[in-house]
């Protein structure tokens, strides 16, 4: 059997190595580069139960085991580490706690913690461009194929429902079945197939250099900018990086996911954020200024599982912001749909069939 992955990011990357693990051949079609997109510029931050009460959470302690075991299983350091995690708030100005001594030695003045809400064995941290790439390595060295190349069409047997392949770049790259695991991109699938709507949410972020300064403690804190709240969001890694992020917005979704740039007034607003948090958080310290696309779908669930009307199409997006956190156990879950015909987690909450298709023709003027 073969399966044509379309997507090379961490969904992508995950399905391929559970699908070869089981001895299947697969063929990961990627026109940028592995991690090109939200899974190379993500914050990597893995929680346990925090989808407690949703359809996520089986989905999520599922995977956020299968990390810990990846890592002891794949070659590669992708700095997988246990962490606490913190929320708190920014003491505006002007406010009497702006000249409190903070709770972690770390931080500035005036950043309340309010509460730990997680421990060392509820919460832990990826580097996600790492982890993906170590991943996609290992599906590499086990007899995987990646193939550079855009992917312009589903080909399918005289049936009309029947895939047998993918077009990439005018050829024809044959198959037993096809996965769309292209993130926010994925929309473009509905060009080919019965696929409900995915929307892109763009994420800046920054990231500095931080050393051995900053412990493994993840912070989610409230901050007031220009009079509204901000959530604003700490990751510590263990490779000395520190990832930040705050100011999602939406954002038109580029054909080509090199193109991805950061909007620069949000990336401004978020380093002075920044700087307010720790004298650690210097301009001079600043590594990377970035964005990303988060794939979202109406209802805020993942798409995973078989495409609607056909016969070996299957799909896997949608995440939103637990991409990196559900990437195992998600592709677990498929191989074993793939090879099969059923998973043992139940996929029924995130079926396609349940969102109404995008009509093509939405599509035309991209």
């Not at 961490?10 to 990627?30: H, M, N, S």
């Not at 794949?74 to 409190?100: E, K």
């Not at 510590?236 to 992020?245: E, K, L, M, Q, Y």
């Not at 200024?289 to 599982?305: E, H, K, N, S, W």
Request: some cysteine; overall charge negative.
């Amino acid at each position: 059997m073969r399966v044509v992955i379309c997507g090379g990011g961490v969904i992508g990357a995950c399905i391929a190595w559970f699908l070869r693990r089981r001895g299947i051949d697969v063929i990961v079609v990627e026109r940028t580069e592995v991690a090109a997109a939200a899974s190379g510029k993500a914050g990597g931050f893995l929680a346990r139960d925090w989808c407690a009460g949703t359809p996520l959470d089986a989905l999520a302690r599922r995977s956020f085991a299968l990390h810990a075991e990846l890592a002891s299983e794949i070659a590669g350091d992708w700095g997988y580490r246990p962490m606490t995690a913190y929320s708190g708030f920014v003491a505006p100005d002007g406010d009497a706690r702006r000249n409190l001594l903070p709770t972690l030695a770390w931080l500035a003045k005036g950043v309340v913690i309010a509460q730990r809400i997680g421990t060392r064995e509820t919460t832990a941290i990826v580097h996600p461009r790492k982890f993906t790439s170590a991943v996609m390595d290992a599906v590499l060295a086990q007899g995987g194929q990646l193939h550079r190349g855009r992917v312009t069409a589903i080909v399918r047997d005289a049936d009309g429902v029947t895939a047998r392949g993918v077009e990439v770049d005018g050829d024809v790259v044959e198959a037993d079945a096809v996965v769309i695991a292209m993130g926010p991109w994925s929309l473009l699938a509905a060009q080919w197939m019965s696929l409900p709507a995915v929307y892109g949410q763009r994420s800046p972020s920054i990231v500095y250099d931080t050393g051995t300064d900053v412990p493994a403690d993840a912070l989610f804190l409230e901050y007031e900018d220009d009079g509204r709240a901000v959530s604003i969001e700490v990751f510590p890694r263990a490779d000395g990086s520190t990832h930040i992020t705050a100011l999602s917005d939406i954002a038109p979704l580029p054909l080509d996911p090199a193109s991805v740039m950061p909007d620069q007034d949000a990336i401004a607003r978020l380093q002075a954020m920044s700087e307010r948090l720790s004298p650690l958080f210097a301009s001079a310290n600043i590594i990377a200024r970035q964005a990303c696309f988060r794939p979202v779908t109406q209802d805020g669930l993942p798409l995973i599982g078989k495409v609607p009307q056909s016969n070996g199409l299957y799909v896997a997006t949608g995440h939103n912001v637990w991409g990196i956190l559900n990437a195992p156990a998600t592709g677990e879950a498929l191989a074993q749909l793939i090879a099969d015909g059923a998973a043992q987690i139940d996929l029924s909450p995130f079926d396609p069939a349940r969102l109404s298709p995008l009509d093509p023709s939405l599509l035309h003027a991209r």
